[in-house]
């Protein structure tokens, strides 16, 4: 479960920035909308949080941050070469941000204990790195890692909490590396939960990294993940009686590489192609439909019920970047209302999106205060994250009429009618 995200100077979000899962001590929709942790120093964390803000206010940057760091976690090791670069992108409309690292950190909780991870970064290399443990109320410093320029080497130090050939996986990271990617690419049992959380429990979904169809065809091919995918659409007033799989073979090419000879060859072979066809019941009669029939909202629904199911069954964070592209309003809300729902969610799943749906805000016992957050730019075109409990809204106060006047920052400032006077 995702405790806490720390972001500095990435692309448009300059000064630090934190997105907190931390509940307030407010009651309100406690035994719902938060999940009991048994970590006294975080007793209750949020199941959801929405983000708003305008066009280019910053919000999509911020799970960008987290998809970045994700991805430096999981190939750092593997797939970075040695003397290769990253492509981050500090923020470059002042230029002492720009020659500054990028710095990220997440907390999070597996098993009852608490990791606090982060490094800071420049194109060149990682030049800085610490990973916190909280097995107890007191933190173990399990290492932590830093560039000494005028040595041009980088300086550790570790803590007793971990255990194994620290100097092997310390001499085996390169400048460009995570420390610990690289022991965990080396065997660290210590470190893998902290890796495997990045890789396996933390999904995010935005324009760089969409939905793929093939995770909900999977579970549509099984009798147990076929109904609870129509179950699912069925909860969300769709008229699906069932979905079947055709799988048939058609030709296709594949590529071959030869490594021994160093040649690529081009074959043609029999590929499988699956093909949905979606069962529609009412009361007065009944048909089959293809999925170029079927609306996008349905489609993107289906798609996204795939990765949402094993999401809610095994605990996971689900991060999503404009959630209402293609989905109606009440679609989104039945969504959230499934992650707020015990017996749906019993693993402590959690779901962080983006969206310019007002109309959540009001909806009734959808959000409490601190799960909204809003994101706006200043006037250095630095983006700013702020959360709707810091106004201090009354109980019944219209928080979408209270936002798009401005009330909570986040709306665009619009000027003669974006220019159509004359």
Same mark, same amino acid.
């Given at each position: 479960?995702?405790?806490?995200?720390?972001?500095?100077?990435?692309?448009? &979000?300059?000064?630090?920035?934190?997105?907190?899962?931390?509940?307030?001590?407010?009651?309100?929709?406690?035994?719902?909308?938060?999940?009991?942790?048994?970590?006294? $120093?975080?007793?209750?964390?949020?199941?959801?949080?929405?983000?708003?803000?305008?066009?280019?206010?910053?919000?999509?940057?911020?799970?960008?941050?987290?998809?970045?760091?994700?991805? #430096?976690?999981?190939?750092?090791?593997?797939?970075?070469?040695?003397?290769?670069?990253?492509?981050?992108?500090?923020?470059?409309?002042?230029?002492? =941000?720009?020659?500054?690292?990028?710095?990220?950190?997440?907390?999070? &909780?597996?098993?009852?204990?608490?990791?606090?991870?982060?490094?800071?970064?420049?194109?060149?290399?990682?030049?800085?790195?610490?990973?916190?443990?909280?097995? $107890?109320?007191?933190?173990?410093?399990?290492?932590?890692?830093?560039?000494?320029?005028?040595?041009?080497?980088?300086?550790?130090?570790?803590?007793?909490?971990? *255990?194994?050939?620290?100097?092997?996986?310390?001499?085996?990271?390169?400048?460009?590396?995570?420390?610990? =990617?690289?022991?965990?690419?080396?065997?660290?049992?210590?470190?893998?939960?902290?890796?495997?959380?990045?890789?396996?429990?933390?999904?995010?979904?935005?324009?760089?990294?969409?939905?793929?169809?093939?995770?909900?065809?999977?579970?549509?091919?099984?009798?147990?993940?076929? *109904?609870?995918?129509?179950?699912?659409?069925?909860?969300?007033?769709?008229?699906?009686?069932?979905?079947? #799989? #055709?799988?048939? *073979?058609?030709?296709?090419?594949?590529?071959?590489?030869?490594?021994?000879?160093?040649?690529?060859?081009?074959?043609?072979?029999?590929?499988?192609?699956?093909?949905?066809?979606?069962?529609?019941?009412?009361?007065?009669?009944?048909?089959?439909?293809?999925?170029?029939?079927?609306?996008?909202?349905?489609?993107?629904?289906?798609?996204?019920?795939?990765?949402?199911?094993?999401? &809610?069954?095994?605990?996971?964070?689900?991060?999503?970047?404009?959630?209402?592209?293609?989905?109606?309003?009440?679609?989104?809300?039945?969504?959230?209302?499934?992650?707020?729902?015990?017996?749906?969610?019993?693993?402590?799943?959690?779901?962080?999106?983006?969206?310019?749906?007002?109309?959540?805000?009001?909806?009734?016992?959808?959000?409490?205060?601190?799960?909204?957050?809003?994101?706006?730019?200043?006037?250095?075109? $630095?983006?700013?994250?702020?959360?709707?409990?810091?106004?201090?809204?009354?109980?019944?106060?219209?928080?979408?009429?209270?936002?798009?006047?401005?009330?909570?920052?986040?709306?665009?400032?619009?000027?003669?009618?974006?220019?159509?006077?004359?």
């Amino acid at each position: 479960m995702l405790v806490e995200f720390r972001v500095t100077n990435f692309r448009s &979000l300059r000064d630090e920035q934190v997105l907190s899962l931390v509940a307030s001590k407010d009651k309100t929709l406690q035994d719902t909308h938060t999940l009991e942790t048994g970590v006294n $120093a975080v007793p209750k964390l949020l199941r959801s949080a929405v983000i708003y803000g305008a066009n280019a206010s910053g919000k999509s940057n911020l799970v960008k941050a987290l998809q970045y760091m994700r991805g #430096v976690v999981i190939e750092s090791a593997s797939m970075i070469q040695p003397g290769q670069t990253y492509a981050v992108q500090p923020f470059r409309l002042d230029t002492e =941000s720009a020659s500054q690292p990028t710095e990220f950190e997440a907390t999070f &909780l597996l098993d009852g204990v608490r990791y606090q991870y982060g490094f800071a970064m420049t194109p060149e290399r990682i030049v800085r790195e610490h990973l916190m443990v909280y097995k $107890a109320f007191k933190p173990q410093r399990w290492f932590e890692r830093r560039y000494d320029a005028e040595t041009g080497k980088d300086v550790y130090d570790f803590g007793p909490g971990l *255990k194994g050939p620290k100097n092997v996986w310390e001499g085996a990271t390169r400048p460009n590396a995570l420390f610990l =990617s690289m022991a965990v690419q080396l065997n660290s049992e210590a470190l893998r939960p902290v890796f495997d959380w990045f890789s396996g429990k933390l999904v995010v979904f935005n324009e760089q990294a969409q939905l793929n169809p093939q995770i909900a065809i999977q579970r549509l091919k099984e009798p147990e993940g076929r *109904k609870e995918i129509c179950n699912f659409l069925s909860s969300a007033d769709i008229s699906i009686a069932d979905i079947d #799989v #055709v799988t048939r *073979k058609v030709p296709g090419q594949a590529v071959h590489f030869d490594l021994v000879a160093g040649k690529t060859e081009v074959r043609t072979e029999e590929m499988e192609e699956n093909q949905l066809r979606f069962h529609h019941i009412t009361e007065n009669g009944k048909a089959v439909f293809d999925i170029s029939e079927e609306s996008s909202g349905t489609r993107n629904l289906l798609f996204l019920s795939g990765p949402v199911l094993d999401i &809610l069954a095994n605990g996971l964070t689900l991060v999503i970047d404009e959630l209402d592209t293609s989905l109606h309003t009440l679609l989104v809300r039945e969504l959230v209302r499934l992650f707020h729902c015990p017996e749906a969610n019993k693993g402590g799943a959690q779901l962080i999106f983006t969206t310019h749906d007002t109309s959540l805000l009001d909806a009734p016992n959808l959000f409490r205060r601190d799960q909204v957050w809003f994101v706006e730019k200043d006037r250095d075109q $630095a983006s700013g994250l702020v959360a709707l409990s810091e106004f201090s809204p009354r109980k019944n106060e219209a928080l979408e009429r209270g936002y798009l006047m401005g009330r909570y920052g986040g709306v665009p400032f619009l000027t003669d009618t974006l220019g159509l006077k004359h």
